[in-house]
């Protein structure tokens, strides 16, 4: 138990220096930018019409006075506390613009997270127990495309199909237009969010069954695969008390180490069917120089990315009695 | 007719890559000012005979178009994953080799890096370089080196337990010297292999950042900036603007990563026999 809580408490030390060092490093990034936030923003001839007193009042607001290093410590105080700024595009509280949109794109990027994860494990583990059938030759070269597949692409050809062609489904947006919140259904949500949905998981299969259909066939090579046969055991019990196990760590490492691959599919998912979500919320501060978000959501993501990985560690021990035993942690 | 075994058709398929590839870029680079070429005369056409991609609301021929996009994407993945990839290289070699706290100090960089989801970390890292060219080098070169300093660094970790390697240190050779004489040679296959599945990423990771309007200006025909363009189309059922460009690119993308899994099988020692 005593080693448990060591092991956990070291790797939350670390998650969270990471995460310092990420929000440093953002910081570092978008202080050295050249973009001008006011000619972004309000654009040349606005500018030219303005009095000195209202350009300085401007650069005020987009900040570009005080030095850098003194900056990021008074952002990163006030993070600490909870406060992310204010979100200069929306000219609302970043936390509460990225709440609102994380909510959108949560529900969005666990769908697609789920569905990919256990189809893909699925679709693997049956392509590679028996390798060189049908099922396994049509699932490689799916998986072969698609992994050459980006996901905005194939998101254009799903809009041009459902929503442009046989009209079945919305162009885009998370609600449907001009509807007041309260009359909103779940059934109007589930159905603006099947598209993005559907692409992400298309896209985010292929990875996964790739990797679990290699080591699932390592496995059915292997002596203790060949000894089960020769006991006579069956097909179902072989895959359930040999392979399941083995195959499922090296899944579960992809799984959770994906999460950061959803999240970049989802800008751009997000972007084209304008779903209101965190992604698109991402591009729109990068377009419009709006640094506190873009901060903000930066943090945000890479949190849940060294999450992911974290639990990923925890799964680990709960799977293998191997590393649960201590001594392979090299 | 002798039956065509697993070597063979690897080889097939690298020189297939090869040569299609090369067309490409160089045949895009050539016709590059004709992809600018506008014609109100041609505008709006489907696919046809004379222009197999169909033209855009400009008249300009959208199979040039995509070629020329596709040979400046070519282009830039190679600048950027090549530079990616000795980054990875060096990086690699220098953990294993010099101790503790630099190990320590590279393999947070790379938890760093890995960190950031790319795309946003591609989005930052552009603006930090005002958009454009540079910000998409930049960017893909950065991103993408960490996965391979990984690799090479646990095969040097390995090359440094064998007995040549051990050999040379004993006889005081110096670790720069073994680094470059005995360790290099043997990690060059991993490396070259490792190079060109990287282009892939790195062209698609290129398409992408252009099409969020991060990458290259919109004057440029790149693949991005042409699928982003034909996103105001779709709805008026101009299908093709969209779907043959990106089924290009696909196609590119997939030959570049079966060209380095072909090679990679080629490489590998144990591949001989089949």
Same mark, same amino acid.
């Given at each position: ?330 | ?114 960190? #950031?989801?790319? &795309? /946003? ?6 603006? %930090?370089? $005002? ?7 930049? @960017? ?82 790149? #693949?991005?900036? &042409? /699928? ?6 779709? %709805?008026? $059922? ?7 460009? @990106? ?28």
């Amino acid at each position: 138990m005593k080693e448990h809580l060591i092991f956990t408490g070291k790797k939350v030390v670390r998650m969270a220096l990471l995460l310092f060092c990420v929000s440093a490093a953002a910081f570092i990034l978008v202080s050295v930018s050249p973009v001008d936030p006011l000619q972004a923003n309000v654009g040349q001839a606005a500018l030219g019409s303005m009095s000195r007193e209202q350009i300085e009042k401007l650069q005020e607001y987009w900040g570009a006075e005080s030095p850098p290093v003194e900056r990021f410590f008074n952002w990163a105080k006030d993070f600490f506390r909870g406060d992310m700024g204010i979100s200069l595009l929306y000219r609302q509280p970043v936390s509460k613009v990225i709440g609102e949109k994380l909510q959108n794109s949560l529900w969005l990027m666990m769908i697609a997270w789920l569905s990919s994860g256990l189809m893909g494990f699925l679709l693997g583990v049956l392509a590679g127990f028996r390798e060189g059938s049908i099922l396994d030759r049509i699932m490689k070269g799916y998986s072969l495309v698609m992994v050459s597949t980006p996901a905005f692409w194939l998101a254009l050809v799903l809009l041009m199909v459902f929503a442009v062609w046989l009209k079945v489904l919305p162009v885009g947006l998370s609600v449907p237009i001009g509807m007041e919140a309260g009359s909103v259904t779940v059934l109007d949500r589930i159905r603006h969010a099947v598209l993005p949905a559907v692409t992400l998981s298309i896209t985010g299969i292929a990875n996964i069954t790739l990797h679990t259909r290699e080591k699932m066939i390592d496995i059915m090579e292997s002596d203790y695969v060949l000894f089960a046969r020769a006991r006579g055991e069956s097909n179902w019990s072989i895959v359930k008390n040999h392979a399941l196990r083995n195959v499922l760590l090296p899944a579960i490492t992809l799984q959770f180490a994906s999460v950061s691959e959803i999240f970049g599919g989802s800008v751009l998912v997000e972007q084209i069917f304008s779903y209101p979500g965190l992604g698109q919320a991402a591009v729109t501060a990068g377009m419009g120089s709006d640094v506190p978000l873009l901060l903000g959501i930066t943090v945000v993501s890479a949190a849940f990315v060294f999450g992911g990985n974290l639990m990923a560690n925890f799964l680990y021990r709960v799977i293998d009695p191997r590393i649960r035993r201590g001594g392979a942690w090299g | 007719m002798k039956r065509v075994n697993g070597r063979m058709a690897a080889v097939l398929w690298l020189g297939i890559a090869v040569v299609f590839l090369t067309a490409v870029t160089l045949f895009g680079w050539r016709v590059a000012e004709s992809a600018l070429m506008t014609d109100f005369s041609r505008k709006n056409l489907p696919p046809n005979g004379a222009y197999f991609f169909g033209t855009d609301w400009m008249g300009r021929d959208m199979f040039v178009r995509t070629v020329t996009g596709l040979s400046m994407s070519i282009r830039i993945g190679l600048l950027s994953a090549g530079v990616s990839s000795v980054l990875a290289l060096f990086l690699g070699i220098l953990a294993a080799i010099m101790g503790k706290t630099v190990d320590s100090v590279i393999t947070w960089m790379i938890d760093l890096v890995m960190g #950031i989801p790319h &795309i /946003l970390l591609l989005i930052l890292i552009s603006y %930090a370089c $005002g958009k454009g060219f540079r910000g998409v080098v930049v @960017g893909v070169a950065l991103t993408h080196w960490t996965s391979l300093a990984r690799l090479i660094r646990g095969e040097v970790l390995q090359l440094k337990e064998a007995l040549y390697v051990r050999t040379a240190q004993k006889l005081g050779v110096s670790r720069w010297e073994i680094a470059w004489k005995h360790m290099l040679p043997h990690l060059f296959p991993q490396f070259l292999v490792g190079l060109i599945l990287m282009f892939p990423h790195a062209i698609l990771h290129e398409a992408s950042i252009t099409f969020l309007g991060f990458g290259l200006s919109p004057e440029q025909p790149a #693949i991005g900036i &042409i /699928l982003s363009e034909s996103m105001k189309y779709l %709805a008026m $059922g101009r299908w093709w603007l969209a779907l043959f460009p @990106g089924l290009f690119l696909v196609f590119t993308v997939s030959l570049f990563d079966m060209g380095g899994e072909s090679l990679r099988k080629l490489l590998a020692p144990g591949s001989t026999h089949r």
